[in-house]
């Protein structure tokens, strides 16, 4: 069957969710700040991701963020939604009202609790009975470093073979891995890097574009990456791939959340507090964070 | 200052949540499995647990199960509530509403999603928040199988400085970590064995009782173990403990929960289904486990 | 078939190689050492084992450290050697070196390079034709921290099927796993615990001794723990289990080889330098360690 | 200072050790396989590497062998002896002998049997003891998937200061690292990629070349996707990149050095026996081993 038509080519800042000091989404922010990432030559945005603090917000909150930023992106650039749930009924319902407030497409995270038996089989399933409800194309996101979970090469390219499981963002960093899953899922299944440390090598096997945390922060940095490498220009994309780990580190594995908040702070943005039980950035981490960001050419 | 008044000693099943066909929530097998599990010497049950698929429930179906389960147990036995969810402010608002179904504690899973922030800063704060704000007792729950999050003894010992806080649900399997957290937490704060795999060692280094698995489906056994250790009897309750292991580990890590629900149907309770993505047993599966059923005595 | 007659009952230090200011063995500080412990009640003497730095040693120094230590144990004491290596082969040489040595058992850790290949048929297969080859008791070492390996119970079971396999060093710290070889390898074949850690709870599940590094600083308190638990004293035995913790602790996993050797020599022993890539204590931990032992009554 | 004058650019093969039907190292077909390696532009050899089954040979055997292939390799050819071992003595012993032997430089791998020690501080002492005892240039073999140690970049940089320590093997197959590795120990460090996995992208992000177990069985593949690496030919190098992992998994995690013997015999190259507690390929795993050899055309 022929793949529902959708290019995830490009690159796609993972956003935060701004709150405001009592912990409220705060959703005047959120538009201020994507009207700002609106003019760079981003394909997209990814909301309620890993990086926007989803499993912290209530459905309500999610629904209206949502249409807060549907209102706010532009129709030529993709709003992806990131609906997963434990169990299949909540995902496929998430996914639903993702729909309905505007998404065009879903980015789902592999169940994850019992990890013991979150097997190939249980995990194909729960795609395909998603795929089947879901209104819009569907993407896998798996991200084992923060569920457990690493979705084989060959439950990936079963899961690939129905029309509305459009591609996958992979975060799980091996880089042999994300190439196998190119060759077994074949074309039409849209590899995404899920993380900006190996969004070139990713690109050379064969990932169509990536999500990024780093490009919240240095989007003109990241576009450059994807750019240069389209250009036959891999020397000098190298250095800049280079260069961008530590920034990317520092905002991701590093200092987390608090870390890309503090950031956006740094670059004004609306970053703001995040919700506990994560803790802000103490003034010794922001210090190094800023540190890295001017040593990076960030800041 | 003193902890609350609230024993835990004794043997705790972590109920499973009936599903229908439909994968709806069967209230009417819930009130009747507790009609039959409360005829054992049973000190309570744990209710929206890892074993309940809390995980898999909605809000309005966890309070629902809760005031099912309040009118299905006497007043002489415990209801403690799992009410852990990822955000600190989620699960201040549900153990609120458990309390306010009559749950007499709530059991409350690490915060994990973000588990390179899962300091023992972060958790002892998101804890003393929690205990801060419940109008009932507090229990830590710690299953590192589940989460990938192991607290520290002396994140531990310093969350159970709070008088709210009054024990903790231990299913990592370190029986040395047990036993040092009895010792750095002190006396006022219990320890239940979160397996029966490791119950009666648990109870030798100091737990005053377990949160066992293998209470839905063989009370008694889980019982004998308990009343031989207090009343001194170790020869026979290791017998009987070494005994017990291959049952429990299949209707636990073997089989999972759709293992310990097709024990419950071979034993004559409502086991059902479970909801997706969790996949139910296959007949070679079911054979396994009638087969360790009969070899360990249960069936 | 009847295993070899050799009882394990009791309680082993697993002791260090000694080292002078170069970094050869110091032989007759060796000796010395095993003069004093030989005044208390312990079964014998783990040698080359991992607190030994065995994998730091060559084959002569090995055979050398034996027979220096046959000559200072007496007879009613046992020698076991550690013999482990990555091939059979090898294990099999160095086995029959060290019964040639005065050895009364080998002690033979996993091998475990090729970790992703070390199946329980390969290892079955191993320990079964160096028992074969063997000409003194054989047991396993099973050290996961160390090796990545945690040999499974139903290959700890067939592997026991053999009558020069005697045992085993359980050093896992899974006590449920302990307890279900004790019940899956069936009596003659017989288990020590690993570690000071679980020495109680090891006991109570079927272990007949133990092998803990905390016996090599403090052997009144390990041997005490063995005889309360024997006669009866439950009680008291968990009282200094739980003490015994922090102490152990510090002179394995926390301050590891160069924190055992510091506390001999606050204790009068002969504990000297670590080899490299090992590095000796720094002045801080030492301070550490110090106020552990006299926390714990071990100084 | 400047680094020691050798190249590490190209392909190299981790060539596995001949043993005859006892057992016993195989010198002359060792010979003849390197007669036929030859032929092709592979840059030099590693020798008593993992796949040398090096932690199975003697020190006898391993100088044995390091001479067999110095009179079988051509002057214009490296030969890269694995030295490592668990001490830092016996690791500088083995160096030396390797360069009497005619070594041209000494991979050695992280020491980690102590792996909570292996502390960054404790391995560039390690590495910077040995490069300066060595009298050929030293290189860092970090493996993490045998030895569970990843040496972390900060320490690879601090150990990249000694003149004498000229590059990497780095297997561990996370591309961000790597990537990281090259920007922070700088020009003269040099990375090779160590597997074939990875290789196009590793030389994308910095690495000179590769150590690469496919190079044994499908030299021209391994050299084309370098050439055509260096021709700029992007597309087609990604292309064959993707279509050789299965067939590299095959011969590494997947079968093994097993599974890397057979398919020498199958070639034509003398594979022969691993020495236990490896096991051979069963017939199921070798007509496996076939098919995936012919669908990746390398049979």
Redesign the interface.
């Given at each position: 069957m022929t793949k529902a038509a959708i290019s995830l080519a490009g690159v796609f800042p993972p956003i935060p969710t701004p709150f405001d000091e009592r912990?409220e989404v705060h959703y005047a922010t959120l538009a201020d700040n994507l009207a700002r990432w609106n003019e760079y030559g981003l394909a997209g945005y990814v909301v309620l991701g890993?990086n926007g603090e989803a499993?912290?917000l209530?459905d309500e909150e999610k629904v209206r963020i949502l249409e807060t930023c549907r209102r706010a992106i532009p129709a030529d650039k993709l709003l992806i939604a990131g609906t997963g749930a434990?169990?299949?009924?909540?995902t496929i319902d998430l996914t639903r009202r993702a729909a309905e407030a505007g998404a065009d497409a879903a980015l789902v995270v592999t169940?994850h609790?019992?990890?013991?038996?979150?097997?190939s089989?249980?995990?194909v399933?729960?795609y395909h009975?998603l795929a089947d409800a879901s209104p819009i194309p569907v993407m896998i996101y798996n991200v084992p470093?923060?569920t457990?979970v690493d979705m084989a090469v060959d439950a990936l390219a079963r899961a690939a073979e129905h029309p509305n499981l459009v591609g996958m963002k992979d975060t799980a960093?091996?880089?042999?891995k994300l190439?196998?899953t190119?060759?077994a899922a074949g074309p039409g299944f849209q590899v995404l890097a899920g993380?900006a440390?190996?969004f070139?090598?990713g690109l050379?096997?064969?990932a169509v574009g990536g999500v990024l945390a780093l490009a919240n922060i240095a989007p003109q940095r990241a576009l450059d990456i994807y750019y240069l490498f389209r250009a036959?220009n891999?020397e000098e994309a190298?250095e800049l791939?280079?260069?961008m780990?530590?920034v990317n580190?520092a905002v991701t594995?590093g200092l987390?959340?608090?870390g890309l908040k503090a950031a956006l702070d740094m670059l004004g943005y609306y970053g703001g507090p995040v919700?506990?039980?994560?803790?802000d950035l103490t003034g010794a981490q922001r210090e190094t964070l800023r540190a890295i960001l001017v040593e990076g050419g960030a800041l």
């Open positions: 912990g890993s499993v912290y209530t434990q169990s299949t009924r909540a169940p609790y019992y990890i013991g038996k979150m097997t089989e249980a995990l399933r729960h009975a470093g923060f457990g960093g091996n880089i042999t190439a196998d190119v060759r993380s440390g190996f070139l090598t050379v096997v064969g036959g891999l190298a791939q280079r260069r780990i530590p580190t594995a987390g959340i608090a919700r506990p039980p994560l803790l």
